[in-house]
């Protein structure tokens, strides 16, 4: 825990005013659900800020449950060290976890869970005992033709993190970055061939989820195929 004495007064009056401002918002609890590339990423920052929600990554969560050696993180550290994977239960017991921190008072966003069924029935439960629901999926629903293309046309400048496409953002010279005339790279998952297991993968787990919350009424459909400013549009009438 921080002392608030070491705490600048810019910082603290910075929190403040944030709290204050969120403080009209309504408490909102969302799943974001997307192939990669589909454009999650770039919308969850805007989501997060724009209806002060706190950003639940499991993976984040997980390493950050046992670098702190929390009772659950233990149990995840043991499981890992067994080669096993982490249970479905104790996933859930760490989102339980993080749902007490005062950053997540109005709400949360989860992306990459839940991603069987199963997952969402144990995580309708949890909310279930705290008197809570989920109420939107945003579906970034997107064919995967159009994926392939996004994904395998991405080219990084390493050192900068900046980022082209051969298509929709082409660098001023092929294969180097324009402001440092360096070389781009291409990541080893920008691949067709990584795409098209990662593609299945998800089409086999996670459509099912998509059909489950469809069932509830929760499911909103979002054109992930247009350009960001226009899907952020459609995010903010979704949760209007």
């Known amino acids: ?30 799943i974001l659900v997307g192939p990669p590339g589909s454009g999650k990423g770039t919308q969850s920052p805007m989501i997060k800020d724009e209806y002060c929600l706190c950003h639940l990554a499991t993976g984040d969560m997980l390493r950050a449950a046992v670098a702190a050696k929390t009772p659950l993180g233990v149990q995840a550290k043991e499981a890992m060290e067994k080669g096993e994977l982490v249970s479905d239960d104790l996933v859930v017991g760490i989102i339980d976890d993080a749902l007490k921190k005062p950053s997540c008072h109005k709400g949360f966003i989860l992306d990459g869970f839940p991603r069987t069924v199963v997952q969402a ?16 999926v ?52 920008d691949t067709a061939a990584v795409l098209k297991s990662r593609l299945e993968a998800f089409h086999k787990q996670t459509e099912p989820v998509i059909e489950y919350y469809n069932k509830k009424g929760v499911i909103a459909n979002l054109p992930a ?16």
């Open 121 to 136: 029935q144990k995580l309708d439960e949890m909310l279930e005992k705290r008197g809570t629901k989920i109420d939107k």
């Open 138 to 189: 945003l579906n970034f629903a997107i064919d995967d033709a159009i994926l392939e293309e996004r994904i395998t046309g991405r080219w990084i400048h390493p050192s900068s993190g900046r980022s082209y496409h051969t298509k929709f953002a082409p660098p001023k010279v092929p294969g180097v970055d324009d402001v440092t005339g360096e070389p781009l790279i291409q990541r080893k998952d």
């Open 1 to 30: 825990m921080a002392n608030l004495e070491d705490v600048t007064s810019v910082d603290l009056m910075t929190e403040l005013l944030r709290r204050m401002n969120c403080s009209s918002k309504p408490d909102k609890r969302l």
């Open 225 to 240: 195929e247009k350009a960001p400013q226009e899907v952020t549009a459609e995010v903010k009438k979704v949760l209007s």
